[in-house]
């Protein structure tokens, strides 16, 4: 018997890293899948190798127009008319290639260095180059599009006095990372809408709890360079990067009856990055 038997999980941002493998990890275990992603090729993709081209949906949305999610939600209301699992999973990392190839720039000169006399005199000077399209456009994915699929969750979920809510949010929202205040913003804001909305929906039956992973490898941490990973697996007690297995095992967790008494909780899988 799987721990998801006859539930059906939709999962935005499922056709890349830590989303495919909670799709994969979640079909596994008896759940049906709706993939979402912005390109329906893509999540139609991760639908196939959980075996369920059929009975699963592949819906192309982008999470932070909340008209797409509308229409994404009306979908899954059309085919299934109900929702057990929400993961809200969609995010960018650092994707303005300037930002990133500076960013990688400094921490490298940083770590040379800390090397030579333990002062660091390179400054980032990441927020102030910080343009308001790309401040906008990842608040806009990570935190509006966590708000519009939630919103539009709960209307099934509500009615039908049942579901869990993962929202996946990151160690960058509890400790704030050098280089990254858009994203460590959204993220603290994951973390602030989870323990607000949790409370108010656990009277209709709705769990609402966050994830928020240290550094896994995936795709979106591909584009840290070898001297800035090196520094952080050395941050890292175990020594190690996560890989999506570890998140999709907690988000399994959590989507499961197993957690019928954590209520709001950010739980954080990150080799012991941040200890608190
Ligand atoms: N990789 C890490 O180290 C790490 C750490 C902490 C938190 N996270 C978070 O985990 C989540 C998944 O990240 P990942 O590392 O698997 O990255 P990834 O780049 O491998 O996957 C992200 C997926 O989200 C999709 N996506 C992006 N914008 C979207 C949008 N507007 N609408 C719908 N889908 C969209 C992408 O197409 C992609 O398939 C993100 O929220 C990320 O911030 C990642």
Same mark, same amino acid.
């Given at each position: 018997?799987?721990? /998801?038997d006859g539930?059906?999980?939709?999962?935005?941002?499922?056709?890349s890293?830590?989303?495919?493998? !909670?799709?994969?990890?979640?079909a596994?275990e008896?759940?049906?899948?709706?993939c979402?992603?912005?390109?329906?090729?893509?999540?139609? $993709?991760?639908l196939?190798?959980?075996?369920?081209?059929k009975?699963?949906? =592949? *819906?192309?949305?982008?999470?932070s127009?909340?008209?797409?999610?509308?229409?994404m939600f009306? $979908?899954v209301?059309k $085919?299934? @008319?109900r929702?057990?699992?929400?993961?809200n999973?969609a995010?960018?990392?650092?994707d303005?290639?300037?930002?990133?190839a500076?960013?990688?720039?400094? /921490?490298?000169?940083?770590?040379?260095? !800390? =090397?030579?006399d333990? $002062?660091?005199?390179?400054? /980032?000077?990441?927020?102030?180059?910080?343009?308001?399209?790309?401040?906008?456009?990842?608040?806009?994915?990570?935190?509006?599009?966590?708000f +519009?699929?939630?919103r539009?969750?709960?209307?099934?979920?509500?009615?039908?006095?049942?579901?869990?809510?993962v929202?996946?949010?990151?160690?960058?929202?509890?400790t704030?990372?050098? @280089?990254?205040p858009?994203?460590?913003a959204?993220?603290?804001?994951?973390?602030?809408?989870?323990?607000?909305v =949790?409370r108010?929906?656990?009277?209709?039956g709705?769990?609402?709890?966050?994830i928020?992973?240290g550094?896994?490898?995936?795709?979106?941490?591909?584009?840290?360079s070898?001297?800035?990973?090196?520094a952080?697996e050395?941050?890292?007690?175990a020594?190690?990067?996560?890989?999506?297995?570890d *998140?999709?095992?907690?988000?399994l967790? /959590?989507?499961?009856?197993?957690?019928?008494?954590?209520?709001?909780?950010?739980?954080?899988?990150?080799?012991? +990055? *941040?200890? =608190?």
């Amino acid at each position: 018997m799987g721990r /998801l038997d006859g539930k059906l999980a939709l999962v935005t941002g499922g056709a890349s890293g830590i989303g495919r493998s !909670i799709c994969l990890n979640f079909a596994k275990e008896g759940a049906t899948i709706i993939c979402n992603d912005i390109t329906v090729e893509a999540a139609q $993709k991760v639908l196939a190798d959980c075996g369920q081209a059929k009975e699963g949906l =592949a *819906v192309k949305a982008d999470v932070s127009k909340s008209r797409q999610v509308a229409a994404m939600f009306a $979908k899954v209301q059309k $085919k299934y @008319g109900r929702l057990d699992v929400l993961v809200n999973n969609a995010g960018i990392g650092l994707d303005n290639p300037v930002i990133r190839a500076r960013f990688n720039k400094v /921490l490298t000169q940083q770590q040379g260095e !800390i =090397a030579k006399d333990g $002062k660091v005199r390179t400054a /980032l000077e990441a927020t102030q180059r910080l343009s308001d399209a790309d401040w906008d456009r990842m608040l806009g994915v990570h935190l509006n599009g966590t708000f +519009y699929c939630t919103r539009e969750a709960l209307k099934l979920m509500e009615p039908q006095r049942s579901g869990k809510i993962v929202n996946i949010a990151s160690i960058c929202g509890m400790t704030g990372c050098a @280089g990254a205040p858009h994203y460590s913003a959204a993220k603290a804001g994951i973390m602030g809408f989870t323990r607000s909305v =949790a409370r108010e929906v656990i009277v209709k039956g709705v769990f609402v709890n966050a994830i928020a992973p240290g550094y896994i490898d995936t795709p979106m941490t591909e584009a840290v360079s070898d001297a800035v990973r090196r520094a952080l697996e050395m941050a890292t007690p175990a020594g190690r990067f996560g890989s999506p297995q570890d *998140v999709a095992n907690l988000a399994l967790y /959590l989507a499961s009856g197993e957690s019928d008494f954590v209520v709001g909780q950010v739980i954080s899988p990150n080799g012991g +990055y *941040v200890i =608190a």
